[in-house]
């Protein structure tokens, strides 16, 4: 059984991903500086790991098969933190995992960039830097990297979540089946080095995505009938245009393409209001049963 460290694992994306690692049969280590308190997370092996710290690192790293990189601080957390934490974290962190890794020999890393890669602020140039040294560290030692460039997914109420689907949002279930796929591929030694986006591809016309704010009810109602009337109670502000990417390479390479997008909102959305239920209070990703988006 292929043994797998996720650093960052405790957070938001991480517990995804080791949910998702753990039930496609890998052994898991998660590392960050405090333990998940999720029950069903709790059959994984848990170090205390802070990136910023070297001896946590070569710790964390050590008999590991591949390594998911996934602890970083970014520019939208709440509380705030420094652009000072977030370069340290973001960019001493990311040389620690790819030095020990070096050490130990391991071959098989994903590395979670971002869209906001870039250079508008201290932490888009800080995947730039992740990236390049992903680049440098690929070409040193023949590691197989895929860099994934996730979209937005920071828990946000039901609502805002699936009008953000339109433009930079991204389900938490799509960010954990890329990184699955990619840490098979890696494994598989498929790639060398290879970067995608990881977002969502609503299967839309290029007219209805130009035109969305004319054209995209129509659509909606189309494929969800009664899509009309769910976006007027609830209000779902539209975009002029939708956020959409040809992600065939992914699929190609890795294997994975995005599964939920907003018609599937719209389908979740339309159940929940047959129903009855209030969805004021529902956030997206929650934890708890029964509340979409659900494992």
Request: hydrophobic share 45%.
């Amino acid at each position: 059984m292929m043994k797998v460290l996720v650093t960052g694992a405790s957070g938001n994306g991480g517990q995804a991903v080791c949910r998702a690692l753990l039930d496609a049969g890998y052994t898991v280590r998660m590392a960050d500086v405090i333990p998940t308190q999720m029950d069903d997370l709790k059959q994984a092996e848990f170090v205390r790991c802070d990136t910023r710290t070297p001896a946590d690192v070569r710790r964390a790293v050590a008999g590991m098969d591949a390594v998911v990189h996934l602890a970083a601080w970014h520019c939208a957390h709440n509380p705030p933190v420094s652009d000072e934490t977030i370069f340290a974290v973001n960019v001493d962190g990311t040389f620690h995992v790819l030095e020990a890794c070096r050490q130990e020999g391991i071959q098989s890393i994903v590395y979670a960039s971002s869209m906001a890669y870039g250079w508008w602020s201290v932490y888009g140039v800080s995947k730039v830097i992740g990236e390049d040294l992903c680049k440098a560290y690929n070409e040193m030692t023949g590691a197989s990297i895929v860099m994934l460039r996730y979209h937005e997914f920071i828990p946000r109420p039901y609502l805002e979540f699936g009008a953000r689907l339109l433009k930079n949002g991204v389900d938490r279930r799509d960010v954990a089946a890329a990184t699955v796929a990619s840490v098979k591929a890696v494994l598989a030694r498929r790639v060398g080095l290879f970067r995608t986006i990881v977002h969502t591809d609503h299967g839309m016309p290029q007219e209805v995505v130009d035109r969305f704010r004319e054209l995209g009810v129509a659509w909606c109602e189309e494929h969800v009938p009664g899509a009309r009337r769910l976006i007027e109670k609830y209000a779902i502000p539209l975009p002029e245009q939708v956020e959409q990417h040809d992600l065939k390479e992914a699929e190609q390479v890795l294997g994975w393409r995005p599964a939920v997008g907003f018609l599937d909102f719209l389908r979740d959305l339309q159940a929940r209001d047959e129903k009855g239920l209030d969805v004021s209070g529902l956030w997206v990703p929650s934890e708890l049963p029964g509340m979409w988006p659900a494992r």
